[in-house]
């Protein structure tokens, strides 16, 4: 019976043995596939880390230009029938930006404008495209003055994808500054003011995304200097956020930008502007493409539009005998 009993022991602590170690060579299996998993992810975030900054290098080689590039060119190879409305005269440039909301972002294009445009709405209200010649005014005609679509400017010249879908797909962000109102006052003095005010209302959320992402920082050493600029600078944000823009001068924001060790920001919009962005029309002239010989001479004028004149050998002066600057048929032939 004790001969059995010890059998039966023995098989039981065997059988636990070897399911003991199943489930050990289990765990071990199982511990081993994540670590591959968790390898093969690491190598696929790294990889595809890798390939998202080619793609961002190659669009920032892209548009590394600064005030570089003919306009016109430039318009041609993206709308060869917008290219031929550019004027000289108006001074455009073509700006470029890398926008979207996925990823890889998309070349979006803008045309700006650096001389003064004739502007119906700045001199009148009323459509004068549509109104016929020597129409009396509604005044005249029923009293009542209708108001409506009065000094509402529509620029349709917002930023345009570089890349046209040929299925007439609609952009978001196109849809959104299209859609974008812009104010116009009539008079010019309230533009001027507008402009100003959208000027200090830039640098003061400029200064505030400083300050809460705890860069704006002040440049003295000096304890004292450090809480002085730090208090001044709440004091500006907690003004502008209870009582408007209206209530803070745009000397005091310049001040406190002064004392700090950000960015400047007349520079940084002054480089912003200049990035990615093609000459002025102005600067390129027409000119044709072909030699203009002189009648009886042997120079003629080079290519680049300056009238630049070919060198004259010495054989070709002393065959002619006088000097280069000598252009009548007797010229050709050597003097007694």
């Known amino acids: 019976m004790s001969k059995q009993s010890s059998l039966l022991s023995g098989w039981i602590n065997n059988s636990m043995s070897a399911r003991h170690h199943g489930e050990a060579s289990e765990t071990l299996k199982k511990v081993e596939k994540e670590k591959q998993d968790e390898a093969a992810r690491l190598i696929q ?3 595809k880390r890798f390939l998202d900054i080619c793609v961002f290098q190659h669009f920032k080689n ?6 570089e590039g003919d306009p016109r060119l430039l318009m041609k190879s993206i709308d060869p029938k ?3 409305l550019l004027d000289a005269a108006a001074g455009i440039n073509i700006r470029f930006r890398l926008g979207g909301v996925k990823y890889p972002p998309n070349i979006y294009y803008k045309i700006f404008t650096q001389r003064p445009i004739v502007d119906m709405c700045a001199n009148s209200p009323r459509d004068y495209t549509k109104c016929p010649a020597r129409q009396s005014a509604p005044r005249k005609r029923n009293g009542n003055l209708v108001e409506d679509g009065w000094y509402q400017r529509t620029e349709n010249n917002g930023w345009r994808p570089l890349s046209i879908r040929f299925w007439r797909f609609t952009d ?8 974008r109102k812009v104010n116009f006052h009539f008079s010019k003095l309230k533009r001027i003011e507008e402009v100003e005010k959208n000027r200090k209302l830039k640098k003061l959320k400029w200064m505030t995304h400083m300050y809460y992402a705890g860069s704006l920082k002040a440049k003295e050493v000096d304890s004292e200097t450090k809480i002085l ?12 956020e209870e009582e408007g823009v209206e209530n803070v001068m745009e000397w005091e924001v310049d001040e406190i930008l002064k004392w700090t060790n ?8 002054a ?8 000459s002025s029309s102005a600067r390129f002239e027409d000119f044709r493409l072909q030699a203009i010989v002189k009648p009886y001479e042997f120079t003629e004028t080079s290519l680049d539009g300056k009238a630049k004149l070919k060198l004259i050998t010495s054989q070709e002066q002393n065959f002619r005998g006088t000097p280069a600057s000598a252009g009548t048929p007797a010229d050709f032939f050597p003097r007694p």
């Open 271 to 278: 480089y912003w502007k200049k990035l990615s962005t093609s």
């Open 229 to 240: 600029v730090q208090k001044a600078t709440e004091g500006i944000i907690k003004s502008a």
């Open 262 to 269: 950000t960015l400047n920001f007349e520079e940084y919009i």
């Open 45 to 47: 975030r790294t990889w």
């Open 82 to 84: 917008e290219a031929e």
């Open 172 to 179: 978001p962000f196109t849809l959104a500054d299209s859609e």
């Open 62 to 67: 892209l548009l590394k230009m600064r005030k």
